[in-house]
């Protein structure tokens, strides 16, 4: 318990000196071509449910510390940048739930002529999942995502886009290797633009996984959706689509299909107060990291969640509700019937600026999961009180 306090020591020794030097800090670091944004956070919190079970509930004061760093490089018309970021949760009583999360990221924009744009980009995560019960311990895996996306406008109205992705996941623990993956994306779209701000929009999306160790489950996934985009101004824009998923399974002899959608969009309702909605509905893979595979294969999840914010001088407050609906495909086995989870999410922040780089904030956020398995059922309420700076 001692180290855990000594880090946590350390990273507000660290943030103090931040706010002890405000000259030194208050812009970017300039070497040579390159900007350099540190920023860090350190935060303190609880939970009445560190393993989110339904039974034999633990809870603990954990801190999260979390550095980070971006460099950006621009180009004239072209831009590359580069973020690393690391998510330390140190736990007082539950020190099985201890966990490190490295993510990295790189971009590199290109616009080699006024109507093609590429982008070339990367994300490495060296992760940890949550273990299930007091005596299980971390899962850590390794997941990269590269990626390559074009973008040409071949007129005033008519735009095309597509875009190739390469995914693996691979975890180091010899049972949860279960889980390992290689995936292989193709995508394509076409946006019309009906109004100066906004366009009709056709995306397909297509996906071919292959599992190390679960082959008669390898299944290739197309998404065809359709839907309207538009950008008018700072005070409104989003994304909204509709269409068809459909997912096969040549070993098994099976197709799972689904209505689809995605919605993202963010609306100004007055000056300084803003609404964002995001939501999608899709075909996802169960996985023995996430406690499910033995319930099905796959399932339906249909996702919606909503952000009011609100700024008044120095604060801005945050009110969030999401709600998730995962519907399983085939009946358990050993129950002869299918799963099916709701989970509700609810979330209240408020964000003190005490400099134009140094914001002290707080939350609470409840979660609850209702299911027909009794055993999958849970409930959480998590505090959490945070200082942290952004440069």
Not at 142 to 171: E, H, M, P
Not at 361 to 387: A, P, Q
Request: net charge negative; charged share 25%; glycine share 6%.
């Amino acid at each position: 318990m001692a180290r855990k306090d000594g880090i946590v020591s350390v990273g507000l020794l660290i943030l103090l000196l931040f706010v002890r030097s405000p000259k030194g800090f208050a812009a970017n670091i300039h070497i040579g071509p390159f900007d350099i944004h540190p920023y860090a956070s350190v935060s303190a919190g609880y939970t009445d449910n560190v393993f989110l079970t339904e039974t034999r509930e633990k809870s603990d004061i954990y801190y999260l510390i979390s550095p980070g760093v971006q460099l950006f490089l621009p180009l004239n018309r072209h831009s590359f940048n580069l973020e690393y970021t690391v998510d330390t949760y140190l736990y007082r009583d539950q020190d099985n739930a201890d966990r490190t999360i490295q993510n990295a990221t790189g971009r590199l924009a290109l616009n080699p002529f006024r109507s093609l744009n590429i982008l070339i980009q990367d994300a490495f995560i060296d992760g940890e999942d949550r273990p299930d019960f007091e005596y299980d311990r971390t899962s850590q895996y390794i997941w990269n995502s590269a990626a390559i996306d074009t973008a040409y406008d071949i007129n005033s109205r008519l735009a095309v886009g597509a875009g190739f992705q390469y995914r693996t996941k691979r975890y180091d623990r010899t049972a949860d290797r279960i889980d390992d993956y290689d995936e292989n994306g193709l995508s394509g779209r076409i946006y019309y633009k009906v109004l100066p701000k906004t366009s009709l929009v056709m995306v397909y999306q297509y996906r071919d996984r292959d599992y190390e160790k679960r082959g008669r489950e390898d299944n290739d996934s197309h998404r065809l959706e359709g839907g309207i985009t538009w950008e008018i101004g700072p005070k409104s824009s989003g994304t909204a689509r509709a269409g068809y998923i459909r997912t096969d399974y040549e070993e098994l002899d099976r197709t799972d299909e689904a209505f689809s959608y995605s919605l993202n969009l963010t609306h100004q309702l007055k000056p300084k107060t803003t609404l964002s909605l995001e939501g999608v509905r899709e075909i996802q893979d169960t996985s023995r990291a996430n406690r499910n595979l033995v319930f099905s294969n796959d399932y339906v999840s249909t996702q919606i969640a909503g952000t009011l914010s609100h700024r008044y001088r120095k604060f801005t407050g945050r009110l969030k509700a999401g709600y998730i609906r995962d519907d399983y495909l085939h009946d358990d086995i050993a129950a002869g019937r299918k799963r099916r989870d709701h989970l509700f999410i609810g979330e209240f922040g408020i964000d003190h600026a005490l400099r134009k780089w140094l914001t002290l904030g707080g939350s609470y956020r409840y979660t609850r999961l209702n299911s027909n398995f009794d055993v999958e059922e849970y409930e959480e309420n998590n505090f959490l009180i945070y200082l942290s700076v952004v440069l």
